[in-house]
């Protein structure tokens, strides 16, 4: 069964970072691009960041560019989601997401990041 | 960048049809064929129910039919059921090889 889980979501002060990870099993991780997804609970979708296969390819939303870094292990297969600058508005439920032709087919249950002071 | 358009809300009786619509510019569903459609159940993980515009994954039902013209895609579910009830979004790969969502609709089964 393909599975994604995140973990490390918390609650934290403006200005502070975090970091998120995501383990990854029942396919071939190496192979596939890898996203992380947010969403305030009760809102939208809001796609954050990408990494492609061999991490040569990284590419972010501007709300969070500058400020968050998104890698992978492969070795591990994990994904990550290092989170600096930390506001307000970077409080939501972050999903790591399986990539498949330019789409988002797998999707993990979220790991919650809250900003306050 | 903002959001692809869509309506915040659409309803439908058991049986009928109903489509949900999702506009962007030509630089996100204008120029590609990468639209995908997901489906959001409070509680439960996001499910995969369209990509590359048209084209369904395996285990969907042929109930849910994508489709695309100019800047504007489009989500078709026939034969409403009551468990399509959930809140449906757009996504789109860009020009500048991001990825942008829908603002999402919830559909109400009446």
């Known amino acids: 069964e393909v599975q994604l889980v995140e973990s490390g979501g918390g609650l934290l002060q403006p200005g502070r970072s975090l970091r998120l990870s995501c383990a990854a099993s029942?396919?071939?991780?190496?192979?596939?691009?890898m996203h992380w997804v947010r969403q305030v609970p009760g809102k939208g979708l809001e796609w954050v960041s990408s990494?492609?296969?061999?991490?040569?390819?990284?590419e972010y939303a501007d709300s969070v560019k500058g400020r968050f870094t998104i890698s992978r292990d492969n070795a591990k297969n994990s994904l990550y989601l290092q989170m600096n600058s930390l506001r307000v508005e970077d409080t939501a439920l972050y999903y790591c997401?399986?990539?498949?032709?330019?789409?988002?087919?797998?999707w993990g249950q979220g790991t919650m990041v809250t900003v306050s002071s | 960048q903002s959001a692809l358009t869509q309506p915040a809300s659409v309803s439908g009786s058991p049986g009928q049809s109903i489509t949900i619509s999702c506009t962007g510019t030509?630089?996100?569903?204008?120029?590609?064929?990468?639209v995908s459609w997901y489906q959001q159940h409070p509680g439960t993980p996001t499910k995969f129910l369209i990509y590359?515009?048209?084209k369904r994954p395996s285990g969907v039902s042929n109930r849910f039919s994508g489709s695309k013209s100019g800047n504007t895609a489009s989500l078709t579910i026939s034969g409403l059921q009551a468990e399509d009830e959930a809140d449906y979004y757009c996504?789109?790969?860009?020009?500048?090889?991001?990825?942008?969502f829908g603002g999402g609709t919830k559909l109400t089964v009446l």
């Open positions: 996504a789109s790969y860009t020009s500048r090889n991001t990825r942008i």
């Open positions: 029942g396919f071939t991780f190496d192979r596939n691009a």
């Open positions: 030509s630089s996100d569903i204008g120029g590609y064929n990468y």
């Open positions: 997401v399986k990539d498949a032709s330019y789409a988002f087919d797998v």
């Open positions: 590359e515009v048209s």
């Open positions: 990494i492609n296969w061999n991490s040569g390819n990284l």
